[in-house]
């Protein structure tokens, strides 16, 4: 069964340096979003991605994020200066663009997460 | 604005026994999709279930149902038959669908219930 796949599972990093965290979307979903969720609370939204440019994004997604979709399979978020309350498991997911009704359900699938580690 | 609300922070519940676990939901928006994600210990999002704000009928997936009353605004989660492998985080979601039908927005969460299965 097709999966989106995210690497690492697990990533430390030093205040202030730049990470990068990589996903391999379902290979026909044309849709990419970037969740985060902190320890202990909710999955919030950070991104979503849509014909190589961001579709909509929350008021978390500060200059410090920038996503990219660097070839066909890969889709990235970058945390320029990391901070530690940056510390948390990031989630990525893919959706189909289905169109086969006004309504269509485009359900999002999600990788494991990588958890970030600020320290 | 969407808002989702999970008023029980843990659940346990029997072996072989069936648990509902609550889920309402706010929002202005006439469209929109109710998910339920099960997240085991290992941290990642298994999707589902879902259930469209116009579907006549409470949405089925093996074991899972969902209880789905719009007027009150509740889209409760039902397990039936528990397995000690349902030990999980169970998050209940939701998406507006935009003006013009599409749906590939971002997924709002609730606070998440734990659920706890015993022998």
């Known amino acids: 069964e097709p999966e989106v796949t995210q690497t690492p599972s697990h990533q430390v990093t030093q205040m202030g340096q730049e990470v990068i965290l990589r996903c391999v979307p379902i290979s026909n979903h044309l849709y990419f979003y970037w969740y985060r969720q902190i320890l202990g609370q909710k999955v919030e939204f950070l991104v979503s991605f849509y014909n190589n440019e961001i579709s909509e994004k929350s008021e978390i997604f500060d200059d410090q994020f920038s996503v990219e979709r660097p070839d066909g399979s890969n889709f990235t978020l970058k945390i320029r200066s990391t901070k530690l309350e940056d510390s948390a498991m990031y989630f990525c997911?893919?959706?189909?663009?289905?169109?086969?009704?006004?309504?269509?359900?485009?359900?999002?699938?999600f990788g494991a997460g990588t958890r970030l580690s600020v320290l | 604005a969407q808002k989702i609300t999970q008023t029980q922070p843990g659940m346990f519940v029997q072996e072989k026994e069936a648990v509902t676990l609550d889920c309402t939901y706010d929002t202005s928006d006439p469209s929109y999709g109710l998910f339920w994600y099960k997240q085991p210990s290992s941290g990642e999002m298994i999707f589902l279930i879902y259930?469209?704000?116009?579907?006549?009928q409470n949405a089925t997936e093996g074991r899972y149902s969902l209880n789905f009353q719009k007027a009150r605004k509740s889209a409760n989660l039902v397990i039936s038959a528990s397995q000690l492998g349902d030990s999980a985080m169970y998050f209940c979601a939701m998406k507006d669908f935009y003006a013009g039908g599409t749906s590939y927005g971002k997924l709002t969460f609730g606070q998440g219930t734990i659920l706890t299965v015993h022998p």
């Open positions: 259930q469209g704000s116009y579907d006549q």
């Open positions: 997911a893919s959706s189909e663009a289905r169109r086969d009704s006004p309504i269509a359900k485009n359900i999002q699938y």
